[in-house]
């Protein structure tokens, strides 16, 4: 663990500092915090140290590059009137204020921005470029090529429309449970923080859990694809010879429940009547 640790605080010094001044920054003190306790500390207590500096750093690493691809936040450090670190900071402190805030006085808000927005986004996503090769949607943002990207955990966004179908399934039977707050709010009162949990883990690119629900749930109760298939209508010329091949069995099944060896069928009285040959007298 400490090893990748490492090895992400060393993918972070390439990163460049003009795109990622938070990151780099973060980065650079604790590199300070971290010489300064290395020889007050046990050494067992070291690699604690360097996974909490790389928890930090990966966190800012994130929220950054989300900012960045922001539109408002492109066109603010375009202008150049707030330096780009400043700019990371007024954002973050705003966020992290914005939450509290909802989370103090309206939980229920909150939920539904947690299950909606990242899923809307991603579905979006989704419609548009589910044909897209990987490296197409999400290019490599650093500059360091694939290597640095696996490095700092850059991964692709799931398009996958299995797993956002499904998410958007879950979020309707537990918007639906929602009717029956009051009594499992008097039976369990964090749950809503439990369903803000849910949520997460649902949509996380890294557990894709709405994926997970329906590949070990959902998928064993469908009938097989190949089932399916056989049962599809045809077209053209072999859908009419098949549809008239119905109708001659089904003729044939009526002739023989209406017919008897002692009375003539009703298909051939019906197809008696009309006019007849004239008899030579």
């Known amino acids: 663990m400490s090893e990748a640790a490492s090895a992400f605080l060393a993918a972070v010094e390439r990163l460049?500092?003009?795109?990622?001044p938070a990151t780099r920054s973060l980065n650079a003190a604790f590199g300070r915090l971290h010489r300064i306790l290395q020889p007050k500390l046990a050494p067992h207590l070291l690699p604690l140290?360097?996974?909490f500096r790389a928890f930090c750093v990966r966190q800012a690493f994130a929220i950054e590059t989300r900012v960045h691809i922001n539109p408002t936040f492109r066109l603010l450090l375009s202008t150049r009137i707030?330096?780009?670190?400043l700019a990371f900071v007024a954002a973050a402190a705003s966020t992290v204020y914005v939450l509290r805030y909802l989370y103090t006085n309206a939980l229920d808000l909150l939920t539904n921005l947690v299950g909606v927005a990242y899923p809307a986004y991603q579905s979006i996503m989704c419609i548009e470029y589910s044909e897209l090769a990987p490296e197409q949607v999400y290019p490599?943002?650093?500059g360091g090529g694939p290597m640095l990207d696996r490095a700092?955990?850059?991964?692709?966004p799931n398009l996958s429309s299995k797993q956002w179908l499904m998410y958007w399934s879950i979020f309707g039977l537990l918007t639906t449970a929602d009717h029956w707050a009051g009594p499992i709010l008097r039976m369990f009162p964090m749950y809503r923080i439990a369903k803000i949990a849910v949520l997460v883990w649902a949509q996380h690119r890294k557990y894709n859990g709405a994926a997970w629900i329906y590949d070990t749930f959902v998928r064993p109760l469908m009938p097989p694809s190949s089932s399916l298939a056989q049962a599809q209508p045809r077209t053209g010329d072999d859908a009419k010879v098949e549809v008239a091949s119905v109708d001659t069995a089904a003729d044939d099944q009526l002739r023989m429940q209406f017919s008897s060896p002692m009375a003539p069928?009703?298909?051939d009285s019906i197809g008696s009547v009309g006019p007849q040959p004239a008899q030579a007298r």
């Open 140 to 142: 490599a943002e650093c």
């Open 152 to 156: 700092l955990g850059i991964t692709a």
């Open 82 to 85: 707030i330096p780009p670190g």
């Open 16 to 20: 460049p500092r003009e795109r990622y």
């Open 49 to 51: 140290l360097v996974r």
């Open 265 to 267: 069928s009703v298909w």
